[in-house]
């Protein structure tokens, strides 16, 4: 540490004091402040680019004038709601700020500074925070290379071979975010079979509503099966209400008991719990999103194709994209072009950009652009 340092920098815990912070996507007034232009396009943050549900919006309308109030901590109705619609018992649910918000518990909850988590390259950002402010060790697993599974993707192998005596978290997120592959029914069930009992395996499936693959689990229902299985899913994407944060867990009732132990006890707020409730009940608009996703999916890979780019393949609403250059230069070109994407740099893939699958306008405003810039 140099002498200019603050003195009370080292007071910080020392897991804290290493952590780099999250960057997250620009936002488009901040572009359009510094390059003073107008019509910027974001697709840097996996957000749906059609919104919510109508039914969220007036739903969450209609509960601002009581806004004074606190939420109901328990989150009562939107629990139960929540554990209607995956056949679950409301004791299993654990609501966050965020589905973010909930890794964060699980952390704070199964770590110390004695302990050790698994994750894999490449793997979702979140992870690597949550565990480090505890102070416990990562263990990084290497992603394939190609020539076994699909590069970038998952090496569940691998990430056996990390677990230890002192692991207590496994995080695989299904589908990874930046990436977009993901792990087949088979493949995961055989790993959270194959762990030992000390350890609690977290499935992030923030993207779960996008994925179409027959072969894609939904883990919510290996529950009864496996009490060491956390699933973690949000409204953040394809429902539209990134903006609100709310998420939430399905485990164990016991390992919801935990969870809710250490959880803030407003931690989702009223106007979210509203909006997400009603977003339930809007089955069609889910649908809708979901399906004009994949046409723009579509649309962005022909356009890559074009332009003679390769790309990982993808089941979420992004993709990324090999710029065949270092793609830090690629996206500062873009910004100015007005088209804000994601550099992938701090998940050790410096030639990528990850771009969400906009509307229509928006998809094709990206390839012009990045025909320009490239
Ligand atoms: C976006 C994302 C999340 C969730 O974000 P929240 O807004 O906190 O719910 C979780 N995991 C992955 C892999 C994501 O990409």
Not at 146 to 151: F, Q, V
Not at 191 to 215: K, S, T
Request: hydrophobic share 45%; glycine share 8%; charged share 20%.
């Amino acid at each position: 540490m140099s002498p200019s340092d603050n003195p009370f920098l080292e007071l910080a815990a020392p897991g804290v004091r290493a952590l780099q912070p999250y960057q997250p996507g620009k936002p488009v007034e901040e572009l359009e402040r510094e390059f003073g232009i107008r019509d910027a396009i974001k697709l840097a943050s996996n957000e749906n680019p059609f919104g919510p549900s109508p039914l969220a919006v007036a739903a969450a309308n209609a509960v601002i004038p009581t806004m004074t109030r606190y939420p109901e901590g328990s989150g009562h109705r939107l629990v139960a709601r929540l554990a209607r619609r995956h056949g679950v018992a409301p004791e299993c649910i654990t609501l966050g700020n965020g589905s973010n918000d909930v890794l964060d518990l699980v952390a704070r909850v199964f770590l110390t500074p004695a302990h050790e988590a698994v994750y894999s390259q490449h793997a979702f950002a979140v992870y690597p925070i949550s565990v480090q402010a505890t102070g416990a060790r990562a263990q990084v697993a290497p992603a394939h290379d190609g020539s076994r599974g699909p590069a970038y993707g998952h090496n569940l192998e691998a990430m056996h071979d990390r677990v230890g005596p002192d692991t207590r978290v496994v995080f695989i997120a299904n589908p990874n975010n930046p990436t977009g592959g993901w792990l087949t029914t088979d493949a995961l069930e055989n790993f959270i079979a194959a762990l030992p009992a000390h350890v609690m395996v977290v499935v992030d499936e923030a993207y779960f509503e996008y994925v179409g693959e027959p072969a894609y689990p939904d883990t919510t229902q290996w529950l009864g099966r496996f009490p060491n299985l956390i699933v973690t899913r949000t409204f953040s994407k394809a429902y539209g209400l990134a903006g609100l944060r709310v998420g939430y867990a399905l485990s164990h009732p016991d390992v919801a008991g935990l969870l809710n132990r250490v959880r803030q006890p407003f931690n989702v707020n009223l106007v979210a719990q509203a909006a997400a409730l009603a977003a339930l009940d809007d089955d069609a608009y889910l649908a809708s999103s979901v399906s004009r996703n994949r046409a723009g999916l579509r649309q962005l890979l022909d356009g890559f194709s074009a332009l003679d780019l390769t790309w990982i393949d993808s089941v979420g609403n992004f993709v990324a994209v090999d710029t065949g250059r270092t793609a830090a230069e690629v996206y500062a070109a873009l910004l100015r072009e007005g088209v804000i994407v994601r550099p992938v740099a701090n998940y050790a893939m410096p030639n990528h950009l990850r771009i969400t699958v906009g509307s229509n306008e928006e998809n094709a405003r990206c390839l012009v652009a990045l025909g320009k810039v490239l």
